[in-house]
C-alpha cells in the first residue's frame, strides 16, 4: 500500500492518554481480529498481554535448556579430568564418584551463568534486537513512547487493514492523533 | 428471602465507605507524573557535570591512581611489600576482598530477592545499587588476582587445557570461588544491562547530539517499548532475578567455604554460610545508603528516594544486624560448649588478645550496637542518624573480616608458632586505593548513566495501573493520591 505521495505504508498508529484508555484499546482490537498489531508503552502495562491474547512468553524453556547446558558442561569439565585425564589425589581423598559432593559448587554456578547468558541472548534475539532502525521511528511523536506516550499501531500488513477499517477502531476506541507510518 | 444481602456485598458496601481502607504510603511523593521522571533524572546526566562532580572526582581519580600504583608497585617487587609474613599468610588482601564481594550482595538483594518479594519500593535504589555490586565485586577481584603473587600466571585457575597437561583441582574452595565470583559478576552485568535497555532507548530518545544519539541507539538496541517485546523482557528479568536469588547466596557461602573447610580454630565451623550472607547484605545495605543519601540530596530525588525507602533499608540493616549479632553470640557459646581447649581460647583471644578492640570497636559498638538505634522511629527517619550507624556498620563490617582472618591465624595451636601481623604502608595504600577506584566508577556511573531505573519506577505510579477504575465503581486511587490495595 502507498500514499498519494508514493511512500509505502508501514501502519497506522495511535496515541491514547493513559495506560488503562491503552488497556481498554486493546482488548477492542484484540476482538476485531486484527493480528500485526502492537501497543507502546514507556513500562510494562499489567494485564497487557492477556488484553492482547498473547500467551505466556516462552524464553523460560530457552533458559531451561541454558541451564541443562551448564550443568552438563560442568559435568563433563569436572568428571572428564578426574576420571580420566589428570586424575588428581589431594589429602589422599577419592576421585572416583566418592568426590562427586565437592563438584556441586562448581555445576550450580555454571549452571546459573549458561541460564543467564541464556536468558539475556534469547530477549534479544526473540525479541528481533538490536534492530538499529525501525519504521516506527519515523512517526515523530513515538518519541514519547520512552517517556509518557501509549501508542497502538496497527501494520499494514495485517491481512485484516485497510485504511478505513483501522481508522475507524482506532479513533472508536478513543486514540488520538491517528497517523500513517511510512516504510521509508 | 433473596432480599438479604450477601458477605461479598456488605463487604464491597463497607470497603466503599470507609475512608481508605489499609491506605499504603505512596512511593513517589507529590503526584509526579511519568514525564517528571523522565526530565528529572535523565537531567542529571543531560546537565553539565556540576562542579563538585570534577572536585570528588579529581579526589577520588587520585586516590584511585595511587591504589593503581600501589598494586603496580606490589606486582613488580612482590607480595613481602605487604605485612605479610609466617604465621598470618591472608591479612588486609582478603579482609579487603570479602569487605568488597560482601558489599556487593546488598545490591543482587534489592534487585533480585526483593524483586521476587514484590517489593515495589525497590524501584527507586535498584539500578544504583546493582551498578554498586559491579564496582564493589571489581574491587574485590583485584586482591584474589593478585595476593597469589604472579599475577600473570592467574590462567592456571581456568579450566583450559594445556600443553603441561595439568587441570585445576575443582574439589578446592578457592577453586569454586573462583567460578563463584566471576558467575556472579557476568550475571550481576546481564541482569544490570538487561534492567538498562529500556532507560538507554529513553535517552537515545532525548538525545540531542548525534553522538549520544549514536551511543545511546546502540547500546539501547533499538528498544522501542512493544509489548510484544515487553512480554519476553518481563520474563528475561523475572528469571535473572530468580537466577541471582541462589547465585548471590552462593557467592558468600563459597566465600566462607574458604575458612569454614580448613582446620583453624574460629574458621572450622558450620555457621559461617549464613552468618557470613547474614554479614553480606548488612554491611552491603550500609554502603547503598552511604552513597544514596548524598546522591538523593544533591540531585533532589527526595520525591523518589523517599523517607519511607530509608526507613525500610534502615529495618533490613536491624534485621541483617541481628542475624550477625546472633551468630557472634552462637560462635562464642559453641566454642563454650564444645569444651575444645583450642576453641575457647581463640574466642577468649579475640576479646582480650592483641587485637582486642577490633572486636570491641569494631564487631561490638558498630556491628552490634549502632543499629540497635534502628529500633526507633526517629533514628530511622533522622538522616544524620542514619548516615552514623551506616559509616558504624561499614567500618565494623571490615573490622570483622579482619578478626575472622588474622585473628584465625596469628595464634593457633602451638604457642610457638604464633606471631602478630603489621600492615604496610602498601596494605594500607592499596585498600584506600580500591575505596578511590570503587567512588570513582561510582561518580561516573552517575554522570553518564540513569542511576535511577525510570521504567521501573513509572510501574509503581498509580496511573501505570490499567485496572484503576474496578468493576463496581470504586475508585481504587483515591483523591489524594493513596494507592489502595
Given at each position: 500500500m502507498r500514499t498519494p505521495s508514493g511512500h509505502e505504508v508501514y501502519a497506522m498508529g495511535a496515541e491514547y492518554s493513559s495506560a488503562s484508555a491503552l488497556y481498554e484499546a486493546a482488548k477492542m482490537v484484540r476482538d476485531a481480529g486484527f493480528k500485526r498489531w502492537d501497543v507502546f508503552s514507556p513500562f510494562p502495562i499489567h494485564g497487557m498481554d492477556a488484553a492482547m491474547g498473547l500467551g505466556k512468553s516462552w524464553l523460560s524453556a530457552v533458559v531451561l535448556s541454558g541451564g541443562i547446558t551448564g550443568l552438563l558442561t560442568a559435568v563433563l569439565v569436572e568428571f572428564g579430568p578426574s576420571?580420566?585425564?589428570?586424575?588428581?589425589?589431594?589429602?589422599?581423598?577419592?576421585?572416583?564418584?566418592?568426590?562427586?559432593?565437592?563438584?556441586?559448587?562448581?555445576?550450580?554456578?555454571?549452571?546459573?551463568?549458561?541460564?543467564?547468558?541464556?536468558?539475556?541472548?534469547?530477549?534479544?534475539?526473540?525479541?528481533?534486537?538490536?534492530?538499529?532502525?525501525?519504521?516506527?521511528?519515523?512517526?515523530?511523536?513515538?518519541?514519547?513512547?520512552?517517556?509518557?506516550?501509549?501508542?497502538?499501531?496497527?501494520e499494514a500488513r495485517d491481512p485484516r487493514f485497510t485504511e478505513l477499517e483501522a481508522r475507524e477502531i482506532l479513533e472508536r476506541s478513543g486514540g488520538e492523533h491517528i497517523t500513517i507510518v511510512h516504510e521509508d | 428471602m433473596n432480599d438479604w444481602p450477601t458477605a461479598q456485598e456488605v463487604v464491597q458496601e463497607e470497603a466503599a465507605t470507609t475512608d481508605q481502607p489499609l491506605a499504603r504510603k505512596p512511593l513517589v511523593l507529590n503526584r509526579r507524573n511519568f514525564s517528571w521522571i523522565t526530565e528529572r533524572i535523565s537531567g542529571v546526566i543531560e546537565q553539565p557535570a556540576p562542579r563538585w562532580w570534577w572536585v570528588c572526582f579529581t579526589i577520588t581519580g587520585t586516590i584511585a591512581m595511587f591504589g593503581l600504583f600501589c598494586l603496580g608497585y606490589q606486582i613488580s617487587t612482590g607480595v613481602g611489600t605487604w605485612g605479610l609474613n609466617h604465621p598470618v599468610g591472608w591479612a588486609w588482601d582478603i579482609t579487603n576482598f570479602v569487605f568488597w564481594i560482601g558489599i556487593g550482595h546488598a545490591g543482587t538483594l534489592i534487585s533480585a530477592i526483593l524483586y521476587l518479594l514484590r517489593q515495589k519500593w525497590r524501584t527507586s535504589i535498584n539500578?544504583?545499587?546493582?551498578?554498586?555490586?559491579?564496582?564493589?565485586?571489581?574491587?574485590?577481584?583485584?586482591?584474589?588476582?593478585?595476593?597469589?603473587?604472579?599475577?600473570?600466571?592467574?590462567?592456571?585457575?581456568?579450566?583450559?587445557?594445556?600443553?603441561?597437561?595439568?587441570?585445576?583441582?575443582?574439589?578446592?574452595?578457592?577453586?569454586?570461588?573462583?567460578?563463584?565470583?566471576?558467575?556472579?559478576?557476568?550475571?550481576?552485568?546481564?541482569?544490570?544491562?538487561?534492567?538498562?535497555?529500556?532507560?538507554?532507548?529513553?535517552?537515545?530518545?532525548?538525545?540531542?547530539?548525534?553522538?549520544?544519539?549514536?551511543?545511546f541507539g546502540v547500546f539501547a538496541c533499538g528498544w522501542r517499548g512493544s509489548n510484544r517485546n515487553w512480554r519476553h523482557y518481563e520474563m528475561a528479568y523475572l528469571l535473572?532475578?530468580?537466577?541471582?536469588?541462589?547465585?548471590?547466596?552462593?557467592?558468600?557461602?563459597?566465600?566462607?567455604?574458604?575458612?569454614?573447610?580448613?582446620?583453624?580454630?574460629?574458621?572450622?565451623?558450620?555457621?559461617?554460610?549464613?552468618?557470613?550472607?547474614?554479614?553480606?547484605?548488612?554491611?552491603?545495605?550500609?554502603?547503598?545508603?552511604?552513597?544514596?543519601?548524598?546522591?538523593?540530596?544533591?540531585?533532589?530525588?527526595?520525591?523518589?528516594?523517599?523517607?519511607?525507602?530509608?526507613?525500610?533499608?534502615?529495618?533490613?540493616?536491624?534485621?541483617?544486624?541481628?542475624?550477625?549479632?546472633?551468630?557472634?553470640?552462637?560462635?562464642?557459646?559453641?566454642?563454650?560448649?564444645?569444651?575444645?581447649?583450642?576453641?575457647?581460647?581463640?574466642?577468649?583471644?579475640?576479646?582480650?588478645?592483641?587485637?582486642?578492640?577490633?572486636?570491641?570497636?569494631?564487631?561490638?559498638?558498630?556491628?552490634?550496637?549502632?543499629?540497635?538505634?534502628?529500633?526507633?522511629?526517629?533514628?530511622?527517619?533522622?538522616?544524620?542518624?542514619?548516615?552514623?550507624?551506616?559509616?558504624?556498620?561499614?567500618?565494623?563490617?571490615?573490622?570483622?573480616?579482619?578478626?575472622?582472618?588474622?585473628?584465625?591465624?596469628?595464634?593457633?595451636?602451638?604457642?610457638?608458632?604464633?606471631?602478630?601481623?603489621?600492615?604496610?604502608?602498601?596494605?594500607?595504600?592499596?585498600?584506600?586505593?580500591?575505596?578511590?577506584?570503587?567512588?570513582?566508577?561510582?561518580?561516573?556511573?552517575?554522570?553518564?548513566?540513569?542511576?535511577?531505573?525510570?521504567?521501573e519506577v513509572k510501574i509503581v505510579l498509580p496511573e501505570a495501573d490499567a485496572h484503576a477504575h474496578s468493576p463496581n465503581g470504586n475508585h481504587s486511587v483515591a483523591a489524594d493520591g493513596m494507592e489502595r490495595i
Open positions: 576420571w580420566g585425564l589428570y586424575p588428581l589425589i589431594v589429602h589422599g581423598k577419592p576421585y572416583d564418584w566418592r568426590t562427586v559432593p565437592a563438584f556441586f559448587p562448581i555445576m550450580f554456578e555454571m549452571t546459573v551463568l549458561f541460564s543467564a547468558f541464556a536468558a539475556f541472548f534469547a530477549v534479544l534475539i526473540m525479541n528481533g534486537l538490536p534492530r538499529p532502525h525501525h519504521p516506527i521511528f519515523n512517526w515523530e511523536r513515538f518519541k514519547r513512547a520512552t517517556n509518557d506516550g501509549f501508542f497502538l499501531v496497527i | 539500578r544504583s545499587a546493582e551498578a554498586m555490586t559491579l564496582f564493589a565485586v571489581m574491587c574485590a577481584a583485584i586482591f584474589p588476582g593478585v595476593h597469589v603473587g604472579r599475577v600473570w600466571m592467574a590462567w592456571y585457575l581456568a579450566p583450559i587445557p594445556n600443553a603441561f597437561g595439568v587441570w585445576p583441582n575443582f574439589r578446592s574452595p578457592l577453586m569454586w570461588d573462583v567460578f563463584a565470583v566471576s558467575t556472579y559478576f557476568t550475571v550481576s552485568v546481564l541482569f544490570w544491562y538487561t534492567g538498562l535497555i529500556p532507560d538507554l532507548a529513553t535517552l537515545r530518545d532525548r538525545a540531542t547530539t548525534k553522538i549520544k544519539k549514536f551511543l535473572l532475578a530468580g537466577l541471582s536469588t541462589p547465585l548471590v547466596l552462593s557467592v558468600h557461602s563459597v566465600v566462607s567455604f574458604d575458612f569454614a573447610t580448613s582446620v583453624l580454630p574460629t574458621w572450622h565451623t558450620t555457621i559461617f554460610p549464613p552468618y557470613f550472607v547474614a554479614g553480606a547484605i548488612f554491611g552491603g545495605f550500609a554502603m547503598v545508603l552511604t552513597l544514596l543519601i548524598p546522591a538523593r540530596a544533591i540531585f533532589k530525588l527526595e520525591d523518589i528516594i523517599t523517607p519511607q525507602h530509608i526507613d525500610k533499608m534502615a529495618k533490613i540493616i536491624l534485621l541483617t544486624g541481628s542475624f550477625v549479632t546472633y551468630a557472634y553470640a552462637m560462635e562464642f557459646f559453641v566454642a563454650w560448649y564444645s569444651g575444645n581447649a583450642y576453641e575457647r581460647f581463640a574466642f577468649w583471644n579475640r576479646i582480650f588478645g592483641p587485637y582486642w578492640w577490633y572486636w570491641w570497636v569494631g564487631m561490638l559498638f558498630c556491628n552490634i550496637l549502632s543499629p540497635q538505634l534502628f529500633w526507633f522511629r526517629w533514628c530511622r527517619r533522622n538522616i544524620l542518624v542514619v548516615y552514623f550507624v551506616c559509616m558504624c556498620v561499614n567500618a565494623g563490617m571490615w573490622f570483622e573480616r579482619f578478626i575472622i582472618i588474622v585473628g584465625g591465624l596469628h595464634r593457633d595451636f602451638i604457642p610457638s608458632s604464633w606471631g602478630i601481623f603489621i600492615p604496610t604502608w602498601v596494605d594500607i595504600w592499596t585498600f584506600i586505593g580500591t575505596l578511590g577506584i570503587f567512588t570513582s566508577l561510582f561518580l561516573l556511573f552517575i554522570r553518564f548513566l540513569p542511576m535511577i531505573a525510570m521504567s
